[in-house]
Nanobody, 127 residues
Framework: QVHLIESGGGLVQPGASLRLSCVAS????????VGWFRQAPGKEREFVGA?????????HYADSVKGRFTISRDNAKNTVTLQMNGLTPEDKSLYYC???????????????????WGQGTQVTVSS
């Protein structure tokens, strides 16, 4: 298991950008698939994007953020970042990073495979 800490949330205006970071502590981070999820008030938590581990390093995104959000990974620093551009009020949520091993591609959007979760970082988009 790895321990995850997110940072970088804040209050921004529509159209602005934010970069969220997820720093992991624990062994063999490169083997983990790391996902970003978000939860808005009164709504279910939803998948945002993920990067696979174990050398695969393939990237997957929810349709709602594709083209605006970009995930990057630096295994040397045990860090995964979520660059968010063109933010809208609909992106306002508590953002979580999560990590898991052995997640098959068809399940990458499901929470069940992610065994380690951060505490979340709040993103608010408002004029």
């Amino acid at each position: 298991q790895v321990h995850l800490i997110e940072s970088g949330g804040g209050l921004v205006q529509p159209g602005a950008s934010l970069r969220l970071s997820c720093v992991a502590s624990g062994p063999a981070f490169s083997r983990y698939t790391v996902g970003w999820f978000r939860q808005a008030p009164g709504k279910e938590r939803e998948f945002v994007g993920a990067v696979r581990g174990s050398g695969g390093n393939t990237y997957h995104y929810a349709d709602s953020v594709k083209g605006r959000f970009t995930i990057s990974r630096d295994n040397a620093k045990n860090t995964v970042t979520l660059q968010m551009n063109g933010l809208t009020p609909e992106d306002k949520s508590l953002y979580y990073c999560a990590a898991g091993q052995g997640i098959i591609l068809s399940m990458i959007r499901a929470e069940s495979g992610y065994k380690s979760w951060g505490q979340g970082t709040q993103v608010t988009v408002s004029s």
